[in-house]
């Protein structure tokens, strides 16, 4: 199997977990595709996208320019799937064909955690909580500035994980 060195995504580089790149074969047609573990932001990004602007180069040398459609897949781990037709799967002599009737699809997941990933790129999420507190608190949180209550809050709870959880 060809081993995929880079992706880059509308020109931007992203960071790959775990990739598999093939030629799939069905009744219907050919097509490349290219299934990857990324992260959550990468998914979040890009999931809503019809097509997008894919290069992919392969660490013997080969690179690839498309226009893929992508789709975010469902599982344990984040992951994305970009495809597009091909007129001439020959082109592409260094990948695996596999065919609709065959048994074989990689396994991404195997190998790779969900805490592994977030150490390389964690989500952020917004948050809206409602707390009842003392005047004078609240006078306070009102003067801060929302990146510094965001850091606060996250020190707060990553030092009573800590505390409390190991």
């Known amino acids: 199997m060809a081993v995929v060195k880079s992706v880059k995504i509308d020109g931007e ?61 469902a599982g344990g781990l984040p992951q994305l799937n970009l495809f ?17 009737n065959d048994s074989w699809f990689p396994n991404l997941e195997e190998g790779i955690t969900l805490e592994e990933i977030r150490k390389v790129e964690m989500p952020n999420e ?11 608190q609240i006078e306070w949180l009102k003067t801060q500035k929302k990146a510094h209550l965001n850091e606060l809050v996250k020190e707060f709870i990553y030092d009573y994980w800590k505390k409390n959880h190991t």
């Open 13 to 73: 580089s992203i960071h790959v977990f775990k990739s598999a790149v093939y030629i799939f074969e069905a009744s219907s047609g050919f097509t490349l595709e290219l299934d990857l573990i990324v992260s959550e932001v990468v998914v979040k990004k890009y999931k809503k996208e019809d097509n997008l602007i894919i290069e992919i180069e392969f660490e013997e040398g080969h690179l690839i320019h498309s226009i893929m459609h992508v789709k975010a897949l």
């Open 84 to 100: 597009c037709e091909l007129d001439h799967p020959d082109d592409y002599y260094y990948l695996d064909l596999v065919n609709e």
């Open 126 to 136: 917004d948050i809206s909580l409602k707390l009842r507190l003392p005047i004078d």
